[in-house]
């Protein structure tokens, strides 16, 4: 069991791209475009380093398939239901992932300037308890759980 008081570790996946039918416009949905996610799982990796066993880490190759198959398998609307869905199937699978910073990158968003990249905190859902919630402070100032960036 993970002290809280334990700093967490980074794994973190950046740049993975893919191509997705997502958006607000039909031809966003009908054409696709190209998106581009990272993702920073915050927990601890001491038990991986002293073993050298993937056993006692997260597969990030698992990772990678989970956001492959929500950007490329899914459609959505919103970069934003993008993101969540992918922390909540991240969490979901690895309860030792104390907390997940997605960020969806959209560059050929319909707009007449570069994308905005949000940040919006989101608490851990309460009609899903974890059984070692987040420290306070882990990701700074944001509450424990997940961190959007859009």
Same mark, same amino acid.
């Given at each position: 069991?993970?002290?809280?008081?334990?700093?967490?570790?980074? @794994?973190?996946?950046? +740049?993975?791209?893919?191509? +997705?039918?997502? *958006?607000?416009?039909? =031809?966003?949905? =009908?054409?696709? %475009?190209?998106?581009?996610?990272?993702?920073? &799982?915050?927990?601890?990796?001491?038990?991986? *380093?002293?073993?050298?066993?993937?056993?006692?880490?997260?597969?990030?190759?698992?990772?990678?398939? #989970?956001?492959?198959?929500?950007?490329? +398998? %899914?459609?959505?609307?919103? @970069?934003?239901? #993008?993101?969540?869905? #992918?922390?909540? &199937? #991240?969490? *979901?699978?690895?309860? =030792?992932?104390?907390?997940?910073?997605?960020?969806?990158?959209?560059?050929?968003? /319909? @707009?007449?300037?570069?994308? &905005?990249?949000?940040?919006? /905190?989101?608490? %851990?859902?309460?009609?899903?308890?974890?059984?070692?919630?987040? /420290?306070?402070?882990? &990701? +700074?100032?944001? /509450?424990? *759980?997940?961190?959007?960036?859009?």
């Amino acid at each position: 069991m993970q002290k809280t008081n334990e700093k967490l570790d980074k @794994i973190a996946l950046s +740049g993975m791209k893919f191509y +997705g039918y997502h *958006g607000c416009l039909n =031809e966003e949905r =009908e054409q696709g %475009q190209d998106f581009y996610v990272d993702v920073t &799982l915050s927990l601890s990796l001491h038990s991986a *380093g002293k073993s050298d066993e993937l056993k006692n880490t997260v597969n990030y190759a698992a990772v990678f398939e #989970i956001v492959k198959s929500v950007v490329e +398998g %899914q459609r959505f609307h919103l @970069i934003e239901a #993008i993101a969540e869905h #992918i922390a909540d &199937l #991240i969490l *979901g699978r690895y309860p =030792e992932v104390r907390a997940v910073e997605v960020t969806v990158h959209k560059p050929a968003a /319909p @707009i007449p300037y570069p994308p &905005l990249h949000r940040r919006q /905190p989101r608490p %851990q859902s309460s009609d899903a308890p974890r059984s070692h919630p987040a /420290p306070r402070g882990a &990701l +700074g100032d944001a /509450p424990p *759980g997940r961190v959007l960036f859009l």
